[in-house]
Nanobody
Framework: VQLEESGGGSVQPGGSLRLSCKVS????????MRWVRQPPGKGLEWVSTINAGYGTTKYADSVKDRFTITRDKFANTLYLQLNNLKIEDTGMYYCERPLGDFRGQGTQVTVSS
């Protein structure tokens, strides 16, 4: 099993990024997947989940209406669209498969003026 995040970067407040998580070893639509992040000096915090099968989604209140989680079952890739970024969105972003506790190496998002 491998999860490989990409797409992070440095943006100004109000900017956008699209994070990707390329998965190998299992089919992502068969499992619930989620994004979590770790702000500087803080612990991991949940950002968003997309459930297996039908793909219902959930978001933390802090990112609701700004972030969108999606998946492409043909590319076996999970995405997180980040819009209207705020300074407090800064952190390392990880994709995870909760079942089995799999996590990628992360991609850094930095929002600063």
């Amino acid at each position: 099993v491998q999860l490989e995040e990409s797409g992070g970067g440095s943006v100004q407040p109000g900017g956008s990024l699209r994070l990707s998580c390329k998965v190998s070893g299992f089919k992502i639509d068969n499992f619930s997947m989620r994004w979590v992040r770790q702000p500087p000096g803080k612990g991991l915090e949940w950002v968003s989940t997309i459930n297996a099968g039908y793909g219902t989604t959930k978001y933390a209140d802090s990112v609701k209406d700004r972030f969108t989680i999606t998946r492409d079952k043909f590319a076996n890739t999970l995405y997180l669209q980040l819009n209207n970024l705020k300074i407090e969105d800064t952190g390392m972003y990880y994709c995870e498969r909760p079942l089995g506790d799999f996590r990628g190496q992360g991609t850094q998002v930095t929002v600063s003026s």
